[in-house]
């Protein structure tokens, strides 16, 4: 049971957006920055978003990211079949003393 | 080229012992804090220690806590995972990664390096 929520799967048609969403608490998403990784199939995971929302140099403007509260979400705009992965959110976690991911998003491209 | 290459995984009985290392090229070593993260087959990220820049401070995930010990040679640009009382359930594959200087970011990994426990 992972301590930050997301939904296991999303999908969309090239072109469309896509949201995932990531859901945590106060001790984690409500006092601290989210992060998101995109693995692709057989790969390291690579940072995509960092601090809620600043992409890394190199990822494409098509991915963003934003934080409320306890919850962060992910979005792709401008979907292609490159961006099929895994995409984790993560935070650090105040009450674990320790790095907290979310189960992971497997999105499909149609 | 900034590069991080893990080692030491391999095929250990339960209740064995297994070191991992981690070694950096093309970055300042001593001036990161470091993370280990696992994956089980076909499972999501599981984060499971972080070491300070120094070496002075260490976490664990509640998982791990007792049975691993994470550590760093800064002059040898390496870090370790010591690994003990194995579980078929920390069969993984161990990515160690580099924690941005300004943020809990991990912007750099390695390729990982597969640990099996199995009798």
């Known amino acids: 049971q992972s301590v930050l929520t997301q939904p296991p799967s999303a999908s969309g048609t090239p072109g469309q957006r896509v949201t995932i969403s990531c859901s945590g608490s106060s001790s984690n998403i409500g006092a601290n920055s989210v992060y998101w990784y995109q693995q692709l199939p057989e790969t390291a995971p690579k940072l995509l978003i960092y601090?809620?929302?600043q992409r890394p140099s190199g990822v494409p403007d098509r991915f963003s990211g934003s934080k409320s509260g306890t919850s962060a979400s992910l979005a792709i705009s401008g979907l292609q079949s490159e961006d099929e992965a895994d995409y984790y959110c993560s935070a650090w976690d105040d009450s674990l003393n320790g790095y907290v991911f979310g189960a992971g998003t497997e999105v499909t491209v149609l | 080229e900034v590069q991080l290459v893990e080692s030491g995984g391999g095929l250990v009985q339960p209740g064995g012992s297994l070191r991992l290392s981690c070694a950096a090229s093309?970055?300042?070593?001593?001036?990161?804090?470091m993370h280990w993260v696992r994956q089980a087959p076909g499972k999501g990220l599981v984060w499971v220690s972080r070491?300070?820049?120094?070496?002075?401070?260490?976490s664990y995930a509640d998982s791990v806590k007792g049975r691993f010990t994470i550590s760093r040679d800064n002059a040898k640009n390496t870090l370790y995972l010591q690994m003990s009382s194995l579980r078929a359930e920390d069969t993984a594959a161990y990515f160690c990664?580099?924690?941005?200087?300004?943020?809990?970011?991990?912007?750099?990994w390695g390729r990982g390096t597969m640990v099996t426990v199995s009798s």
């Open positions: 601090v809620n929302d």
């Open positions: 990664a580099r924690e941005m200087a300004t943020s809990y970011a991990l912007d750099i």
């Open positions: 093309g970055l300042t070593f001593s001036r990161y804090r």
């Open positions: 070491i300070k820049s120094d070496g002075s401070s260490t």
